[in-house]
């Protein structure tokens, strides 16, 4: 049985430093994800409350259809559709996996993270923003300076959930090459012909990650709630 | 022509049509998969929330590390873990006479699907049950109730509306979530998918794909809303 360990090793014939270089790599695309379908997904929610119908309509449409989509079909529609179609212009161009995962998974999360978004920025009264008015500030500065710093407080949890999410489906963009967690632990159990290690070793990585997240947000929503404990409202 | 060509004949795909009758025994593996792993998980689910809020302190722990645990990890990895890494231990269930069933992928993927869901669900009812509150509880007992009684006459009939939204959800990203599923080997709809645009390299066989997808999803939705209206219509919520 102990033998086998050494497989998990740094030594020589030992996956350690593949399987380190892979949890590094999830967590790299997860992260540069995160922002960019944070923020997509913000502007999807201010169009979602938008008084054009226009606008209104295509946020709809948005998020109806990344939700219903299957993330995994999403993936290989970005990954083969960009591909083809800038082979149509620069024959032998191919997309790297990590850009077309973080595309795709961004797109996901944003339709996702609209919710939450709209949620948040429903919970702010109308007169936060007509104060600001009133003092001035023109709709981008009340925005930027009196809505958003609220909104961080009643979005962060499902916010947090999102990257949860995320976190659990970026081993998906291991079918399109990349080289994650999955990725290496495939490959190892190729080699190696020992499934229930490394598979069961990948879990045990995505798990660690999972906790890690859940306290590092845990401590976040306790940071933003500071001011808001002393009355005993929503918040433990 | 089969009846399964005509949707891609009637639009003029040749890929569509060629594939029709693959993705449609595909869709309903997709469905099979679905409808049974929820279903067996929703089983599971009601008996591990309540050993998780009424049960003895070992299980209590016990089914907190399972939740946190299945939550926690990638649908995909635990896939893998049992369809590649539990094949590792074939003469173990060749004696227990269990490798008829972990031999097949389909076993497999319904296999983990069903734990999968059942720990999201369990989660979703043990909030739904807490949410129910203590009057409730203390005033069946007043009324001579015995537990089991008010836990199955009385807080597991309020628990479910509360959980009614949330259940409905997860019958979607399950639905969603089998889509991995083609990559043990089935050919459920994205399987199904997979192969189609292997042969041809025609990718507008992904779009017809997503639309389907997407309509069936969108058909849950509505329909679990209406149950919701329905279920709740003495509530008068709306």
């Known amino acids: ?236 | 022509m089969n009846w399964c060509e005509y949707p891609g004949y009637l639009i003029g795909s040749e890929v569509l049509q060629n594939y029709g009758c693959r993705m449609a025994s595909g869709l309903l593996l997709t469905f099979q998969l679905v409808v049974l792993s929820v279903a067996f998980g929703f089983v599971l689910a009601i008996g591990l929330a309540i050993a998780r809020l009424y049960g003895p302190r070992w299980a209590q722990i016990a089914i907190n590390g399972y939740t946190t645990f299945f939550r926690g990890t990638p649908l995909l990895c635990q896939l893998f873990l049992v369809y590649y890494g539990f094949g590792q231990f074939r003469l173990f269930w060749q004696d227990i006479g269990l490798w008829w069933f972990f031999r097949e992928p389909f076993y497999c993927a319904l296999f983990t699907f069903t734990i999968n869901t059942a720990a999201y669900q369990a989660e979703i009812l043990r909030g739904a049950i807490q949410s129910i509150p203590r009057g409730q509880f203390e005033g069946s007992l007043a009324l001579g109730l015995h537990r089991w009684a008010t836990l199955r006459r009385v807080i597991l009939p309020q628990a479910m509306i509360l959980a009614l939204r949330p259940l409905g959800n997860e019958l979607i990203v399950m639905i969603k979530a089998s889509a991995i599923a083609s990559l043990v080997t089935l050919f459920d709809l994205m399987g199904a998918t997979r192969l189609a645009f292997a042969r041809s390299f025609d990718l507008s066989i992904y779009l017809y794909a997503a639309l389907i997808y997407l309509v069936l999803t969108e058909i849950i939705r509505r329909v679990w809303d209406r149950i919701e209206l329905r279920l709740t219509r003495h509530m008068a919520l709306r």
Request: charged share 10%; net charge positive; aromatic share 12%.
């Open chain 1, 1 to 236: 049985m102990f033998d086998k360990l050494a497989l998990l090793g740094f030594g020589p014939g030992g996956w350690g430093w593949a399987l380190l270089q892979g949890a590094a790599n999830t967590i790299s695309v997860a992260l540069a994800t995160l922002p960019f379908g944070l923020a997509l997904g913000l502007i999807i929610a201010l169009w979602k409350r938008s008084d054009s119908v226009l606008l209104r309509s295509l946020a709809t449409i948005y998020t109806t259809v990344f939700r219903g989509v299957p993330e995994l079909l999403t993936l290989y529609i970005i990954y083969f559709g960009i591909q083809v179609l800038v082979q149509k212009v620069w024959t032998g161009f191919s997309i790297p996996p990590f850009v077309a995962g973080m595309v795709a998974l961004g797109m996901v999360l944003a339709a996702f993270s609209s919710e939450v978004w709209v949620g948040a920025l429903n919970s702010i009264q109308k007169g936060q923003r007509e104060a600001a008015s009133a003092l001035g500030l023109s709709k981008a500065q009340a925005f930027r300076l009196v809505v958003f710093p609220q909104l961080i407080r009643v979005a962060l949890p499902g916010l947090g959930n999102n990257w949860m999410v995320l976190l659990k489906e970026t081993s998906l963009i291991s079918v399109i090459t990349l080289q994650d967690i999955m990725f290496i632990a495939t490959r190892a159990n190729v080699v190696t012909k020992e499934p229930f290690l490394f598979f069961g070793t990948a879990m045990m990585l995505y798990f660690f990650f999972s906790l890690v997240s859940a306290w590092g947000i845990g401590k976040l929503e306790q940071r933003t709630n500071r001011g808001f404990a002393a009355f005993g409202g929503a918040t433990r």
